[in-house]
DNA sequence: TTGGGTGCAAACTATTTGCATTCGA
DNA sequence: TCGAATGCAAATAGTTTGCACCCAA
């Protein structure tokens, strides 16, 4: 029972510039320079970044993104769905390029963060709740430490 | 089933500023003016504040503790067991004066927080984790918006 | 007197805002 | 051309740090 992912989780990744701006497009998302560039370091796998990490890492070469830009781009990336918001360190927001459905196991000791498959967690029990409440996300995290 | 907490949870909050002082060294903290003030705030009944509403509180009539103390305050109150710091909305920390095992409910078009009684989540598998790790907590966090 | 503990002004850092610029129709 | 969308410098807000002060031994 691992708790690593399965390679299927990886195949919606975009191989090409020319998939990443259909998938920006698909999103509704004009595929901009910028938009273009944060795209390629964020959809290149399975990974939690903060907008900390994803400006050093699109800025690597030369400057081409403003830290402004980062942060704007992800917020419009995650509304429309092509990242998911994880809210467990204090100090800052990560963004998981895994939107499909998992929990969190955090480490808060080293500050980071992995997938837990969502197969190996099972909530077998939910209140209930006033009708006109719509339940958005039901978030498991395991917060660890090493001994 | 009800997600309300029962009343046997208030019983361990300090009824008067003597049992407040014993709550505190109890704990191992240095009873001081600004800490029992903070303490007053927070322990008079099961709430969930921010820093800057716990500022705001304590400060009412006249200016009596620092913005910087409050912080440190809340912090020295959670390592020692007092509180219990929530992470659910990306621009603030929660401080929980519930420290029983329980889980949360957050309102993300509000910004509100409300407890679910332990006894109405359950969850019923976790993923094998290397024994190395120690388990901190599972937390559980429904995240809804009213329709 | 002295040293650890305490409180807070100032510094820091993550994030947001307002506006000049750009782009597509 | 023109309105909407974009990108970013500057502002903001939440939090932390470093140091002066205080108090018990």
Redesign the pocket.
């Known amino acids: 029972m691992s708790i690593i992912l399965t390679m299927s989780e990886l195949e919606k990744f975009p191989k090409t510039r020319a998939d990443l701006v259909v998938m920006l497009r698909n999103a509704g998302?004009?595929?901009?320079?910028?938009?273009i560039k944060i795209g390629e370091v964020l959809f290149s796998r399975e990974q939690h970044l903060?907008?900390?990490q994803v400006l050093a890492a699109v800025n690597q070469e030369d400057?081409?993104?403003?830290?402004?830009?980062?942060?704007?781009?992800?917020?419009?990336f995650a509304e429309h769905g092509l990242l998911r918001e994880v809210i467990v360190d204090?100090?800052?927001?990560f963004y998981d390029s895994n939107v499909s459905k998992h929990h969190h196991l955090f480490y808060s000791d080293t500050g980071e963060l992995e997938d837990i498959a969502d197969e190996n967690i099972e909530v077998s029990k939910l209140p209930n709740l006033p009708s006109d409440l719509q339940i958005e996300e039901v978030d498991v995290i395991i917060r660890v430490h090493r001994n």
């Open positions: 998302i004009t595929p901009t320079h910028q938009r903060s907008a900390e400057d081409e993104v403003s830290k402004a830009t980062v942060y704007n781009t992800l917020g419009v204090p100090s800052k927001v």
